[in-house]
């Protein structure tokens, strides 16, 4: 059966620029006997299959370049990710990227179109595929299936930074993988306490984002509780940049434009 495209909840007002970089690593060359169908790879008849572009690279023409996809920062990534199925990433010494962009998409069916090509590669003989917006590794076998329904805890990874350089003591709570929605990441600062509360926010507010809510301008009012309102405002201290999320970035503040930490001790006392 034809694939059905994802749309949004709701269609974007504003501008939107959507990029999405997926990298398929094999051990040696792909095969070539996996044609590019559809419906089994689970691409809409309406997807442009031309807005992504396919780029194969040995490991052979640039080695430094090639393991840092599995070194530095990204190691403990993948080795949380992947497991036993590290191996995999290990023996790799090739990677076919695929990568596109696109200026307000009418729907969701870009997305669609990275990861059929992903399951395509993985048919081929890819065995691990690096979601890079969302920083996520996983088994090409684990690719959801073709006919799978938008799932934005798949695309959007919310990640707690468990270290701090700050003398606060804050740690940063932020997302990943809202730019391939065309829209900034979400960042709060918070303590350990704090997480409990500001994480499910903070996934209720992308999952909406990804689907097509705009976020106003100069603040977006986010309902926590009855009576407690956050607020996603610009991001004035650079903290995009200093996670290298590679992305512009809101941030979410209480009520009075404070950070999120101790939050949670800020909240009024539960009625009887």
Known sequence: MPVDPWTFATSPAGARRASVVLAAFSRG?????????????????????????????????????????????????????????LA????????????????????????????????????????????????????????????????VSREVRVIYETDSSRADRAHAMHTRGLRKFGAPDLVALCGDADARLVGPALVELAGAVARGTDLALPRHAIAVAPGITWYAVADEHQLGALLQLNNAARVIVDGNGHDLLGVLERLPPAKN
Do not use: C, K
């Not at 807005?51 to 052979?60: F, G, L």
């Open 29 to 85: 060359p792909l095969g070539v006997d996996a044609t590019l169908s559809r419906e089994r790879f689970g691409i809409p008849e309406t997807a442009p299959l031309e807005v992504a572009e396919v780029r194969a690279i040995a490991r052979a023409a640039d080695p430094q370049w090639f393991d840092a996809w599995r070194g530095g920062s990204l190691r403990a990534i993948a080795e949380r990710d992947l497991g036993t199925q």
């Open 88 to 151: 995999d990433l290990d023996a790799a010494d090739h990677v076919h990227v695929i990568a596109l962009e696109l200026a307000n998409p009418a729907d969701l069916s870009y997305l669609q179109v990275a990861w059929g090509l992903a399951r395509q590669l993985g048919a081929r003989g890819a065995t691990t595929v690096l979601d890079v917006h969302a920083m996520t590794y996983r088994a090409a076998a684990a690719i959801p299936p073709a006919d799978s329904d938008l799932d």
